[in-house]
């Protein structure tokens, strides 16, 4: 019988918790439907330039589209194949001799795994469309060849001293084959070497500094309301703002250590690709991490205790790590990546880590994640007005 009413407590118990019920029914279905979509249901958009190319590549590149795969090329001018890569998000550039002896392939290494892909389909193309050409050209002088050569016993019938210096005989046309393409792969960004590590890094330091100091800052405020600290600040003159702000203070103190020692361990530690400046890597994660820990504190003030604090991490912080850029995406899920602050943080970090660019590529990003910071402040303002009220 005691085993019994502690087992109908503790249900009962569960159930009035509105939280432990949406962490069981809720974040599962979110979670495994983010990983179903990324796994089977995305498909990949592949842009690929064109500075010349025979009629019969465009033909064949348009049939490696699929389901999983979609190829959009686009004519364009030589001059402008950075501009291209950099600015218009093309994965390639291809330029080729109408006869497909010489391929000149510029690639965007950014995305080793996408862009290994895009040279794979262009190759495919290429030697679908190369080989029938060759075969064709072959053939044609083959039977050139046939008729040259009846043409000159036909001749030598007439006068055997022409003949003679037409001798056509040593060319054996049976075996003549057609010679393979040359290919030559030029990396904008990146090189064919790259790890898969260095493909994630940039966004793995984003997500790691984010969830660490995220937990710093929560767990710390939330033991400040639990151990009454909080509501004794309530009690005095204080302006909320200046709680909130004094808290973010006192807590970015110790992120801003955890997120430079994070940084430099990732670039240096284990040295993967750093183009661009040093000091905007470090910009880029101490914003991140002063939006983290603001938005720490203020689901902090929406629990109870730890354990209710812990159970955002599946609601708030992993569909986050799904929509910040980590995956290739597209449609909705790549709008709704938007609102979230982690896809900028990927997207800076990706800017200066990968393709070496200066602050002008990164200030917008860098001021939407000090707008998100401004939100959760004005957010933390409001809730601790309720909390003081109450």
């Not at 000149?104 to 290429?126: M, P, Q, V």
């Not at 084959?177 to 793995?204: P, R």
């Not at 929406?302 to 912080?317: G, M």
């Amino acid at each position: 019988m005691r085993i019994k009413a502690l087992t109908i407590r503790i249900l009962k118990q569960l159930l009035n918790d509105k939280r432990t019920i949406g962490l069981i029914i809720v974040a599962p279905i979110l979670i495994l439907s983010l990983v179903y979509y990324i796994l089977c249901g995305n498909t990949t958009e592949y842009k690929i330039g064109i500075i010349n190319a025979p009629q019969s590549f465009l033909d064949e590149i348009k049939d490696e589209n699929d389901d999983n795969v979609i190829i959009k090329t686009e004519k364009i001018d030589k001059k402008d194949i950075d501009k291209q890569i950099k600015e218009e998000n093309k994965i390639a550039v291809v330029d080729m001799d109408d006869d497909f002896k010489d391929v000149k392939i510029y690639i965007d290494g950014t995305d080793n795994a996408k862009s290994t892909k895009a040279i794979a389909l262009i190759k495919s193309a290429i030697m679908s469309a190369g080989v029938e050409s060759s075969k064709e050209n072959l053939e044609t002088i083959k039977d050139n060849i046939s008729n040259l050569k009846d043409s000159i016993k036909d001749i030598s019938k007439l006068n055997p001293n022409i003949s003679s210096k037409l001798n056509l005989d040593d060319i054996d046309t049976e075996n003549m084959e057609f010679s393979e393409t040359n290919f030559d792969t030029e990396y904008i960004y990146g090189s064919e070497d790259q790890s898969m590590f260095d493909n994630y890094a940039a966004a793995l330091v984003g997500i790691i500094v984010f969830l660490f100091v995220y937990l710093l800052s929560g767990i710390n405020f939330l033991s400040e309301r639990t151990s009454g600290t909080l509501e004794r600040l309530l009690s005095t003159p204080i302006k909320r703002g200046e709680i909130i702000i004094g808290y973010v203070l006192g807590f970015s103190t110790l992120a801003v250590v955890q997120t430079i020692l994070i940084t430099l361990f990732v670039v240096y530690g284990l040295g993967v690709t750093q183009v661009g400046n040093i000091g905007y890597v470090l910009l880029i994660n101490l914003l991140t991490s002063i939006s983290a820990l603001i938005l720490g504190m203020l689901l902090s003030t929406l629990a109870n205790n730890e354990f209710q604090f812990v159970q955002f991490i599946p609601i708030v912080i992993l569909p986050q790590v799904f929509l910040c850029g980590l995956f290739e995406l597209g449609g909705v899920l790549n709008t709704i990546g938007h609102f979230v602050p982690l896809y900028y943080t990927t997207e800076a970090l990706k800017e200066v880590m990968i393709r070496g660019y200066g602050f002008s590529y990164i200030a917008k990003d860098c001021l939407i994640l000090i707008v998100f910071s401004a939100l959760f402040m004005l957010l933390n303002i409001r809730l601790l007005k309720k909390q003081r009220s109450v």
